[in-house]
């Protein structure tokens, strides 16, 4: 019984460990560069069209190695839509959020979207984790605000943006929640491509939120560059979803948030040859503990699963 069964739990371990950190990868070196796009001129909305672009080539390739299979049922169809949308629609929400109030508080709310994910996977999913587990998910979620906030600037009162920013991160906790959710009941490759389709329907909503009287950058510096950065983040979307099919949303979750931008600032220090202070310095050394806890806790069945 213990030669068969060992095998299998560190297998599925290695496994959605594996995928998690490959996200984290990937969405780290994508949050270096992400931003230079549109500090040379290519306007952020633009950037989500090529975004949803390149989506196209990794959802062709499983598809293709998958048979080409699509499941087609109403739950199916209803979970995967459901998770496209509140993706690509917390972005647009996004837009709108950035330009009524101030990033360095928005983007610290946001970060806070796995809190949702992990209280839902543990009250509806009935996830465990052990000790280990617990204390890397608290590390990852009092990270998660430090890496984006900037004290300073005038006291900012709570207005629509605040609204704004509160959706998006409901948006974006429910998705990670319901890409865990249809994982049970459909494949992976089928959870991707409605993703993308999602994606794709909402350019129309870019396109008509670009403002095109401005000068727009078409150069190499603008919407290629813009597709080199953003297929990282459509790759990372794909093993985030094989992370989760092979791994507990409530160790998934606050390891890829907590990881991704950890590894962004530490790119960001090493391009500008800086060190951080103050907020950041506490937020890399709290995701670096969370990560060694989330990585080294046993999956093993605990009580009360």
């Given at each position: 019984?213990?030669?068969?069964?060992?095998?299998?739990?560190?297998?599925?371990?290695?496994?959605?460990?594996?995928?998690?950190?490959?996200?984290?990868?990937?969405?780290?070196?994508?949050?270096?560069?992400?931003?230079?796009?549109?500090?040379?001129?290519?306007?952020?909305?633009?950037?989500?069209?090529?975004?949803?672009?390149?989506?196209?080539?990794?959802?062709?390739?499983?598809?293709?190695r998958n048979g080409w299979r699509v499941r087609r049922d109403g739950r199916s169809i209803a979970y995967g839509l459901a998770i496209g949308v509140l993706g690509a629609g917390g972005q647009m929400v996004l837009f709108y959020a950035v330009k009524a109030g101030p990033a360095y508080l928005i983007f610290p709310l946001i970060s806070l979207s796995p809190v949702l994910t992990i209280a839902l996977s543990f009250l509806f999913l009935r996830e465990r984790t052990g000790v280990m587990g617990m204390a890397g998910i608290v590390l990852a979620i009092c990270a998660l605000p430090l890496f984006d906030y900037t004290p300073g600037g005038a006291p900012q009162q709570y207005g629509v943006w605040f609204v704004l920013a509160l959706g998006v991160l409901v948006a974006w906790g429910l998705q990670a929640y319901f890409i865990k959710l249809a994982n049970a009941s459909m494949d992976a490759e089928s959870i991707f491509f409605y993703m993308t389709l999602s994606a794709l329907l909402f350019i129309p909503v870019a396109l008509a939120?670009?403002?095109?009287?401005?000068?727009?950058?078409?150069?190499?510096?603008?919407?290629?560059?813009?597709?080199?950065?953003?297929?990282?983040?459509?790759?990372g979307a794909l093993t985030l979803v094989y992370a989760f099919r092979h791994g507990k949303a409530?160790?998934?979750?606050?390891?890829?948030?907590?990881?991704?931008?950890?590894?962004?600032?530490?790119?960001?220090?090493?391009l500008a040859a800086s060190v951080p202070t103050g907020?950041?310095?506490?937020?890399?050394?709290?995701?670096?503990?969370?990560?060694?806890?989330?990585?080294?806790?046993?999956?093993?069945?605990?009580?009360?699963?």
């Open positions: 019984m213990t030669t068969t069964t060992l095998p299998t739990i560190s297998t599925r371990r290695a496994g959605w460990l594996v995928y998690a950190l490959t996200t984290t990868l990937l969405w780290g070196v994508w949050g270096a560069f992400a931003g230079l796009p549109s500090q040379h001129g290519f306007p952020e909305t633009l950037i989500y069209v090529v975004w949803a672009l390149t989506m196209l080539p990794p959802a062709l390739f499983v598809l293709a939120m670009t403002d095109f009287s401005q000068p727009i950058n078409y150069g190499p510096s603008g919407p290629l560059l813009a597709a080199a950065t953003q297929i990282l983040n459509a790759v409530l160790m998934v979750s606050p390891l890829v948030n907590a990881g991704a931008p950890l590894l962004t600032t530490m790119i960001a220090m090493a907020y950041r310095l506490a937020g890399i050394g709290l995701s670096l503990a969370a990560a060694l806890f989330l990585a080294l806790q046993p999956d093993e069945p605990t009580q009360g699963n």
